[in-house]
């Protein structure tokens, strides 16, 4: 059975602080996704990544950073949270372009 | 304007009601996909669609690509269709999605 995990499904933090978000996919997936989640937006896409050590810029990366040092690991990281960023952060994985993408449980991170 | 839209933005029904959840787009695309998120939930698919259409137990899906539009049916609904469901479409190196439709079914 396909599996996404994402480290937390909550998390409260600070502003300013530095805040890293994992996601872990068991699938062997070449693609993976960070997305941000906010009423009425829908999903926006931060960053993704199609190979280890690859990223590509989404729609919304200011303020984000990613790392994928293993195909199965996409972490994403918030240098200086700030109160904006708080929403729900979802990762996603795929074999190829325009497959299914599979989502991990999500992460709703509050920044006070 | 959003490239994919959605309607209706909220829909409450009763349960055993006919359901149609509508989604229009403004991109060439390469599959259009169908998402149920349930409260607190993550998400998963439902269907992906690049013709005709697809059944799958009490949900069907369908999709018109000259007309840019594909619809989500749910027949006979109950209450444990209550969730958003999401369009969403395949471009050459990303996916776009719609703001979801918060579907309520009461008993």
């Known amino acids: 059975d396909v599996k996404v995990t994402q480290s937390s499904r909550y998390l409260v933090k600070r502003t300013g602080e530095k805040v890293f978000l994992e996601c872990v996919q068991d699938m062997d997936h070449e693609n993976m996704f960070w997305y941000r989640q906010d009423p009425g937006l829908g999903l926006r896409l931060i960053y993704f990544?199609?190979?280890?050590?690859?990223?590509e810029k989404g729609d919304i990366p200011e303020g984000y950073s990613v790392s994928r040092e293993k195909k199965e690991r996409f972490s994403l990281i918030l240098e200086s949270a700030s109160t904006n960023q708080t929403s729900m952060y979802l990762c996603?994985?795929?074999?190829?372009?325009?497959?299914?993408?599979?989502f991990g449980p999500g992460t709703r991170l509050t920044v006070l | 304007k959003n490239e994919v839209e959605q309607s209706p933005q909220n829909l409450t029904a009763q349960e055993g009601e006919f359901i149609t959840i509508n989604c229009s787009y403004s991109?060439?695309?390469?599959?259009l996909h169908w998402l149920q998120q349930h409260p607190g939930g993550g998400i998963v698919s439902l269907f992906m669609l690049s013709s005709g259409k697809k059944k799958h137990g009490r949900l069907i899906a369908t999709i018109n690509i000259q007309e840019k539009h594909s619809s989500l049916h749910i027949t006979a609904s109950h209450p444990r269709d209550s969730a958003v469901y999401i369009c969403?479409?395949?471009?050459?190196?990303?996916?776009?999605f719609g703001a979801g439709t918060r579907l309520t079914v009461k008993p």
């Open positions: 996603a994985s795929n074999r190829f372009s325009a497959d299914t993408q599979y």
């Open positions: 969403a479409v395949s471009l050459p190196n990303d996916m776009r």
């Open positions: 991109v060439g695309i390469s599959a």
């Open positions: 990544s199609y190979d280890v050590k690859m990223k």
